[in-house]
């Protein structure tokens, strides 16, 4: 059965490629004009930035100053394009202390997150009394400047030998992490349903089991996110690499740029400076480009709440 | 005051090659309070955002009064709407809810204050002008949506099923005062909603949509009495009308073994044999068994006003698709003695019978 | 809850108290790691505060508020406090007037999600890398000037000693505010992003402007998060380190102090590398930074606390 409409069955049109949009926002205000474009050129000067940035890690220190935007040439005449990133990699210490770097922070981060899951599962979901209280406990250590417990740390760990030790090092990040750490996995934990726990319990899992087999893979979205995000936090760490290591061998990249600052700017290197930071920032950006979303929504996620 | 026009509107959304609303002439006159009512999806929203200016109109154009609407910003369309979840904002009173649209329009604070309190009177809002919204019954909320757009005092009210978020018997009592307040205030209205009680009981008039495409418009009696097509016959009224899909073989057409005369203006406006017979359940006369139609009843709906039977007719009449036929709902006086498996004969009563094509769905002419 | 426990009965009892011996394994590494790494330090600075103590092979004599009064009348430490409040409260004014005026025209922006990408990226580059950066950007080398004086030159301005002492917070506020800011703009918009479109719909209809949308709908009905990143700005700014050593310093040790934070003034006065350090005085200005912080944090509660609000 069809219904009387000649139009359609007649001649289907073609639908405009565009609809049209409600007249009151396309009626733009000088001001709503004004905003718009001043969000784009905030825009458009961060990626010209991020271009600057990669353009010149591959220019002299004269294309550099003098010719800001343009592509860069002498390097690439000379045949060596990557001249300042092995500049920065060999001659600065930045290819160990990338190894470093790689290394330190995915054992960090792993153990940061097999510490905190428990603790966040714990402070959530074992129906302790006091669990609030102690999970704010925690949480206020996110508030704590670095600067107020790295005189005592530094102190104390010296007197067992772990300064300029890259496994002190890992202590020192491992535990200051700990606050953000819980916090964030508290609210996955908290988001979890009950129905499933129960019906484990019902069934005479233990609880730890039921810890490992089923809370621990639902949660494993939020796993992942504190891994991503303490990664990011302690690849560009600085302070605490600043006090802790103070001998080459265990520099960290941050710890290794901010070395190589005064060295670099006294002999006019700035190529190798900034291929310097972009050894640091790439990396990042790479993480971002693969996992914006996840990293966004982590970051903020608190906040929201 | 002022009428409201729509001129071949037309709205697409991004990504769908068919249009939500397609065409549509719809003239509403001053006062008139139009219901616009058709199942989910069919564009009913669609229509009364063109007309509040919060969707585009891709061609065509809408009217109020002489004035062409279509490229105006809703706030210069003198225009109220009250959403279908009222839209009230939840850190405001109730009375700065009511007063919002006349502070952003920079009434003096005393005038404003009046304007509130008098829609509040209206109301029944009074004792609640300092309340926020979360802490106001479903049905005290709906009124704070239309002391909303009465304090506007605008042309057109726009309301998109400002009743379906209420329990059914609330919903029962506000639609008499809606409707009763529109016709005290006067105001245009374009009332949107998908039950047909509502449409049928609120409205001046009523325009049935479907996939975006304006079936027919006429009062509710004019809809009940005379649906347009297919689709309006078995969307109005409840229980829905009998379609009897059956041929059309000389002057008459075959149900159940009875012949339904057909008009020469009908017989000449059909398009082929195939043609569906309407009768609501209240157009059967119900007669012994052995005359009209023979049945048996199925199933007994005893509502203690009314009594429904479904029955089917022992000779079933060939269907052109060759399907078995649908049972036929007939209205008998309630607490009927009427027993399932009793068999019994129908009519038509006179002047009950809706012919339709079937291939086009178009009613035939008397 | 109430009533979700019924089903299991006595079964569940019995699996509660199994559960509750899970908590101390659960909990204790992480809480043994918080107090002997964060609590305990805290403690201690707070202690060695009222001490007069120059590090290893001194021993910590006790001064009472000694430290404290050296504090106020040292020059190093007013800068570091004003320019930490300078930071705290301009960058802060700055950054989120400059979310607030996003949030107003991103929400009915074409390409919004991809403009909050791009803005957050800095977010997640180290601030020494990002401390760099500016400095080259910014350097003043008559001939060779770095790009911002470039630009400047080039439009026929004169350039600007940007990095010189007298300029150079203004100009770290600059970089923090265009830094930080897509992080509170991505906050603030999932905030925005939350309120039902129909309201905005409704203030179309009365007719109001972008600024009276954002007055009366945006800003009450995000006030919630504005006051919870209005706390994260407050620490995060506190703690201001990096970025101002290395644009105002020549690198390796401390830039002149009228650009010192008190991050700059603690990191100077205990591992800076110029004369024998002062950890006394220095866990003195740490103590002065919780202070900072907690004052802060407790009156921006304060003064952003309201009813909450359902939608
Ligand atoms: N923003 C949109 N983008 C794309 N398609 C839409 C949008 N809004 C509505 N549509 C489509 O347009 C058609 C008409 O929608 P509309 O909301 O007008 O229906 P309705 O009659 O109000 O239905 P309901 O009774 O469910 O409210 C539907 O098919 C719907 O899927
Ligand atoms: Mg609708």
Known sequence: MSTVDSRVSVAPRKPPRKPKPAPGSRGLSPLRVLGMAFVWLFTAVNLLVLYWLVSAAFKTPIEIFT?????????????????????????????????????????????IVLVSAPAAYALTRLGARGADGMTNF?????????????????????????????????????????????????GFFKSLPDELEEAAALDGASPLRTFRTIMLPLARGGLVTALILNAIGLWNETLLAIVFLNENANFTLARALFAFNSAASYQSEYGGLIAGVAIVVLPMLVLYLLLARRIITGLTLGAGK | MATVTFDGATRYYAGSPVPAVDGLDLAVADGEFLVLVGPSGCGKSTTLRMLAGLEGVDDGAIRIGERDVTDLPPKDRDIAMVFQNYALYPHMTVADNIGFHLKIAKMPKAERAARVREAAALLDLEPYLDRKPAKLSGGQRQRVAMGRAIVRRPQVFCMDEPLSNLDAKLRVQTRAQIASLQRRLGVTTIYVTHDQVEAMTMGDRVAVLKDGVLQQCDTPIGLFGRPANLFVAGFIGSPAMNLIPTRASGESADVGGTP????????????????????????????????????????????????????????????????????????????SPWRRGDKLGLAPQPGAVHLFDAETGARLPD | MPGSTDVGGRASGAHLVRKKRLFFPFFLPAVTLYVVFLVVPTLATVALGFTSWAGAGDTPEFTGFANYVELLSSDAFRYSFLNTLLYIVAGGVGTFLLAFLFTMVLRDMRGGKLIRAILFFPNIVAPVALGMFFSIVLIYRPNRQGLANHLLESVGLDAVKFLQAENVTWVVTGCLIWASSGFYITILMAAVDRIPPYLYEDADIAGATPWQKFRHVTLPLTWDVIGVAGVLWTIGAVKIFELVFVLAGPGTYSPPIRAWTLGVYVFDRSFGTQGTPEYGMACAAAVVMILLVSVLVVLLRRLMRRDTIQF
């Not at chain 1, 890992?170 to 508290?186: E, K």
């Not at chain 2, 023979?294 to 399907?323: F, K, M, W």
């Open chain 1, 67 to 111: 010719k800001p935007f343009a592509l860069p040439a002498h390097w690439f005449e000379r045949g060596d394009p990557f001249r300042n990133f092995a500049y920065a990699w060999d001659n600065a210490g930045f290819g160990r202390a990338f190894l470093v770097t790689v290394v330190l922070v995915a054992v960090s981060s792993v153990v």
């Open chain 1, 138 to 186: 925690v949480a206020i250590g996110m508030g704590v400047p670095f600067q107020t417990v790295v005189i005592p740390l530094f102190i104390g760990m010296a007197e067992v030998n772990l300064t300029n030790d890259l496994f002190g090092m890992f202590l020192v990040y491992v535990a200051l992490s700990l606050p953000f750490t819980v916090f964030l996995l508290t």
């Open chain 2, 260 to 335: 339904i005369p057909l008009s020469p203006a009908a017989r000449a406006a059909l398009t082929s044999e195939n043609i569906v017979v309407g009768i609501r359940p209240e157009g059967w006369r119900t007669l012994p068994a052995g005359d009209g139609v023979t049945a048996t009843i199925e199933a007994v709906e005893e509502l203690g006003s009314d009594q429904y039977l479904y029955c089917s007719a022992d000779t079933p009449h060939l269907t052109p698709d060759g399907t078995a036929p649908q049972p036929i709902a007939v209205r008998a006086p309630g607490m």
